[in-house]
T-cell receptor, first 112, second 115 residues
Framework: GQQLNQSPQSMFIQEGEDVSMNCTSS?????WLWYKQEPGEGPVLLIA?????ELTSNGRLTAQFGITRKDSFLNISASIPSDVGIYFC????????????FGAGTQVVVTP | DAGVTQSPTHLIKTRGQQVTLRCSPK?????VSWYQQALGQGPQFIFQ???????QRGNFPDRFSGHQFPNYSSELNVNALLLGDSALYLC??????????????FGSGTRLTVV
C-alpha cells in the first residue's frame, strides 16, 4: 500500500484560486518529485527536488522539499481550467536509487 | 522524438493466464522502471532494469518478472494472473547518468483487465 500520506485527497476550486497540497512520510527521502496525471495518460513530471529546504518553481507551480526531509509541498497559483488532473508526490529513499514511492494523489477540479 | 511507448494499450486476460507487456524507452534512455497503478491509487514500484539486469524490486511476488534487451526496451511478464492484477501498468525510463536532473519519463500505460 501507499507509504506516503498525501493530502487533501481532492480539491474543488474556482478558477483563479491558489491550490496547496502536501505529502508526509515517516521515512527520510533524498529526492521528491511531483507529477500530474490526466485521464488516459501516464504521469508527467512537474518539479524535482533534491535538497532539504529547496524551493523550486515551474511557472505557476512551486514546490518545496521539507527541512525534515520527510515532507514536501506543492502550490499552484492562480489556477486555470487546464490545471485539472491528479497530482502525485513521489519520494526516493537514499538507499533505494530509482525506486520511488508514490502518494495516493490529490484530484484537482477547477470550475470557471 | 518519441517518448516512452507501451504496447498493447488495453488487454483482457482470464485468471490463471500469463501476460507480457512491452515498453520502448524514450530515445537516449537506458534505464526502465515498471509500476502498477490500481484504480484510484498512486503507482506502485514493481522493478527497475539497467544494463539488462534487475537493479531494484518492490514488494511484488515472483509471478512478476521482467527483462531488458540490448536495445534498452523491456518486457513485464505476469504469470498465473489474479483478478487483483487488474490495473494500469506504467513504464518509465531515464538516462541513468542524468536521472538526478531530469527524473523519469512515463508512458501512457497498458490497461490490463483480468476476468
Amino acid at each position: 500500500g501507499q507509504q506516503l500520506n498525501q493530502s487533501p485527497q481532492s480539491m474543488f476550486i474556482q478558477e483563479g484560486e491558489d491550490v496547496s497540497m502536501n505529502c508526509t512520510s515517516s521515512s527520510i527521502f533524498n529526492t521528491w518529485l511531483w507529477y500530474k496525471q490526466e485521464p488516459g495518460e501516464g504521469p508527467v513530471l512537474l518539479i524535482a527536488l533534491y535538497k532539504a529546504g529547496e524551493l523550486t518553481s515551474n511557472g505557476r507551480l512551486t514546490a518545496q522539499f521539507g527541512i525534515t526531509r520527510k515532507d514536501s509541498f506543492l502550490n499552484i497559483s492562480a489556477s486555470i481550467p487546464s490545471d485539472v488532473g491528479i497530482y502525485f508526490c513521489a519520494g526516493q529513499l537514499s538507499d533505494s536509487w530509482g525506486k520511488f514511492q508514490f502518494g495516493a494523489g490529490t484530484q484537482v477540479v477547477v470550475t470557471p | 522524438d518519441a517518448g516512452v511507448t507501451q504496447s498493447p494499450t488495453h488487454l483482457i486476460k482470464t485468471r490463471g493466464q500469463q501476460v507480457t507487456l512491452r515498453c520502448s524507452p524514450k530515445s537516449g534512455h537506458d534505464t526502465v522502471s515498471w509500476y502498477q497503478q490500481a484504480l484510484g491509487q498512486g503507482p506502485q514500484f514493481i522493478f527497475q532494469y539497467y544494463e539488462e539486469e534487475e537493479r531494484q524490486r518492490g514488494n511484488f511476488p515472483d509471478r512478476f518478472s521482467g527483462h531488458q534487451f540490448p536495445n534498452y526496451s523491456s518486457e513485464l511478464n505476469v504469470n498465473a494472473l489474479l483478478l487483483g492484477d487488474s490495473a494500469l501498468y506504467l513504464c518509465a525510463s531515464t538516462l541513468l547518468t542524468q536521472a538526478a536532473n531530469y527524473g523519469y519519463t512515463f508512458g501512457s500505460g497498458t490497461r490490463l483487465t483480468v476476468v
